[in-house]
């Protein structure tokens, strides 16, 4: 069954992932190596926020649009056309036992109008309104909380480059209501209302679209490797997920600003489960038991690849050159040591992360991760981490600047864990680390991204002209 899916106009590329790992989630049956059928209105562009989408049920699409953070909603198109006329007619083939067991006397209903690309007065709303009488409505009007919901959405030409995806066609749908979006979860939680926040946190927006991409929910366990101060693992809760995470800075952990003031008060905040357990680890050596595996149903995380905050891994830089050997810290200094640590590399970090989501992921279990994106000036091929136990289901690139972005990677374990697979891996590892040696080099990608702009293509002309400060082209990181 067909459904019109609107969609916020925003995080263009996360929006059809996000739908299809949720259709996975409430149960559609989506053959491998495919995904959802979608198609396209007449005469619109990919960007649109108007897509249609194949369901196999109606509780499929309402469940969707629940949950969804980039969905508006899911509608039943009774009709659509270029003009009024041409709506009538479509809305009056629509097949009467389709229509019918909403337009009952004992129901109420509402008609919503929204446009897109356009404003309209309210004279005009009521005027398109009353326009519907062909639709043989025997209920009551109810404006506050009806049985059923009817919209009417009409959308203006828009070629120009105005910001919208341009129509060569002006196209107006009506249809009713099958699943809205719950858009009071984004300002609930907010960062600027957080009891605990690090300069690291993950808009909630986001955190949740990455919830939704590892299908968090009821029963499952999900991870954090670089948790920080919990804002991925507090949207996994929200979803009903148990949550897990590790830090190597104990102070994260164990501290944070205050008994009221840390990791588990976020939780505490929103009246979440508390976590299962936070650990102080380190990814690059793990301590857990050898013949311990796929516990995890998901990992999600944002590795620390040195755009906000650079890696770090136990041993100090004396330690990890060898000048020193390692020590062990006495027991009366344990309480308040805190470990010296040394840089940890991207590529280090993200073969790290491909290791421990294939020996702890369940089989089907999904790894989501953020992987940065760095185009010199004569761009390039990106080349993304590889792993033989994953399959690369979905890539969202979200654009910063000119020269960096982040790409949301959604890994599904297909392979059980191996001793071959961990061979096999590590050549992978080897040519990913080939492909990314000007980042080893540097240690991590600040400099690149923060590159000062070349002072030639700076105009001084004007006498007001002043330039205090050096310009940098990463402006939004």
Known sequence: MWFLCVFY???LDFRKPE???LAELFGEEIAENESLQWRLPQHHHNDTPFHFVQLSSEEIATNIAKRSILVKGMYELW????CYEELEESIKSYPDSRKLPFLTSGSTFRISVETFGKAMTFEEQNDRIRSFTYIPFEGKVDLKNPDHNFFLMEMDESEENNGLPPIVQRRIFFGREVGFADRKLLPTFQLKSRTYLGPTAMDAEMAFLMANQAKATSGKLVYDPFVGTGSILVSAARFGAMTMGADIDIRVVRDGRGPDCNVWSNFKQYGLPMPVALLRMDNNLPPWRSGLKEIFDAIICDPPYGVRAC???SGGRKILRGTVDPYTVPDDKRTDHIPSTGAYSLVECVHDLLHLAARMLVMKGRLVFFFPVL???NGGEVKFPEHPCFKLVAV???ILSSRYS??????VKVEPYSDEIEEAARLMHLEFRKNHLKWLEDGNIHSSVFKPIDSSQIHTDSKTFKDPK??????YV
């Open 79 to 82: 009709g659509e056309g270029t």
């Open 375 to 377: 185009r010199d000036d």
């Open 9 to 11: 106009h925003r995080l």
């Open 311 to 313: 890696g770090r891994k």
């Open 470 to 475: 050096p310009k940098y082209r990463g402006k």
């Open 406 to 411: 982040r790409v949301l990677l959604t890994m």
């Open 396 to 398: 969202s690139e979200q």
């Open 19 to 21: 739908v299809e790992a």
